[in-house]
């Protein structure tokens, strides 16, 4: 089950990072249709409209679509056959493959649409929720359904959460920013008509913002003596944030080149997964249940000692 969890979260930020290629190399209407990629074939055909590996790396970002499919049902029979049966497991895997459906209807209504900037900023905020999600089912796979006990205070959470608010607005303004550059997916597709200088500073401000909640929250945790397992969590979101700031400005800088797009997007994928990883060590719900094949065996067949209570020892 975690394994399956793990690819969910990799597959989702994959694609995004695979839908940035396609953007970046004009291959966006390579398949100028959907579900087909021609109208009457479901693969590339010659064209003479159209290049022929614009129509491949267009196709194979939809080829993936289906290993994403397949791994988000594979977390939802996971989570089905598990005993005891734990709905809150259930409940996150059944959210990839409905998400994954969601998602790739979002992006027939990309095509369809000639690539509108809303839609395509729609689609990877899509993808962005999808690997929050699943990073939410990785902890779920490995820990109880006791009710949440908090290992900080309140002004602690609540902090967090506003944190992950701010990084939701960075996210959408990031997508502000690509709408309105050069890199529409297609040279016919309208952009968004607002100043990228202005976007990018707002867009910028967000990650000050960030950044200044994420200093204030380290002296917070230090004064509430934040279990070690959060403090891991802290520093891998600084590092990882540190990271896609200076992509993203080296980017701003340099004109923003092909490669530093796909780069950055890799980082928006990797900064959503450590920030909800972090927002998962704020509390603890016990151990996960023993499943009823090995309840009272040890792997020897004989019988096994008596378990630590749930929960104990998991403080960190």
Partial sequence: MRAFAIAAVVTHAGIAVTGSVVRVTGSGLGCPTW??????SLVPVAHP??????????????LLTGVVGF???????????????????????????????????????????????????????????????????????T??????????????????LTMNIVLAGLLVTGTLVTAAGPHSGDIDTPRLELPVANLAQVHAE??????????????TMRAVSAPAR????????????????????VQYWTGVPEVLVALHVLGAGATVVVVAW???TLRDRGRAP???STRGRASDGSAAAPREPVGAGSSD
Wanted: aromatic share 14%.
């Fill in 35 to 40: 579900p087909n990629c021609f109208p009457g």
């Fill in 49 to 62: 409209e159209y290049d022929t590996l614009n129509q491949w790396i267009e196709f194979g970002n939809r």
């Fill in 71 to 141: 791994v988000s049902l594979a977390c939802l029979f996971l989570a089905l056959i598990t005993r005891p049966r734990r709905r809150r497991l259930v409940l996150l895997a059944l959210a990839m493959p409905l998400g994954t459906l969601a998602q790739g209807i979002m992006g027939g209504i990309t095509v369809l649409m000639e690539l509108r900037w809303w839609t395509v900023a729609l689609h990877f905020l899509g993808s962005s929720l999808l690997v929050w999600l699943a990073v939410l089912l990785v902890r779920a796979s």
């Fill in 143 to 160: 820990e109880g359904d006791q009710e949440e006990r908090p290992l900080v205070p309140g002004a602690v959470r609540g902090l967090v």
């Fill in 206 to 219: 967000f990650l000050f913002l960030f950044l200044g909640m994420l200093i204030a929250l380290g002296f």
């Fill in 230 to 249: 959060m403090w891991r969590g802290f520093w891998w979101v600084v590092g990882v944030v540190l990271a896609q700031g200076t992509v993203g400005m």
């Fill in 278 to 280: 972090f927002w998962t």
């Fill in 290 to 292: 023993v499943p009823f």
